[in-house]
């Protein structure tokens, strides 16, 4: 019903930057939160940022001040600016959506593939 297809993730050094992409498609009728979530290895999977269909967001403590979470409802898109990154931001990446895909009933949640980050020298 609603595909999402994430990008930008990769390797990068201590300190630097990566910025995420999740764009949805599919049988959308309208979108409330995105966000963004995370998976270490022998960890369970953890918030990292959401941001409401209004621009509120709500951040992990861990990623405060490094990291901002936008959208673009034009494109169906969220986006994550990972600045400052550390080695124990390393992960794979999920985006998640809440969305309606008819008028009527609540909205049901969806998940992207994954995409993996490594923050190493």
């Known amino acids: 019903q609603v595909q999402l297809v994430e990008s930008g993730g990769g390797l990068v050094q201590p300190g630097g930057s990566l910025r995420l992409s999740c764009a949805a498609s599919?049988?959308?009728?309208?979108?409330?939160?995105m966000g963004w979530y995370r998976q270490a290895p022998g960890k369970e999977r953890e918030l990292v940022a959401t941001?409401?269909?209004?621009?509120?967001?709500k951040y992990a403590d861990s990623v405060k001040g490094r990291f901002t979470i936008s959208r673009d409802n034009a494109k169906n898109t969220v986006y994550l600016q990972m600045n400052s990154l550390k080695p124990e931001d390393t992960a794979v990446y999920y985006c998640?959506?809440?969305?309606?895909?008819?008028?009527w009933g609540a909205g049901a949640s969806f998940w992207g593939q994954g995409t993996q980050v490594t923050v190493s020298s």
């Open positions: 599919g049988s959308i009728f309208r979108i409330n939160a």
């Open positions: 998640n959506v809440d969305c309606k895909t008819t008028p």
């Open positions: 941001i409401s269909s209004g621009g509120s967001t």
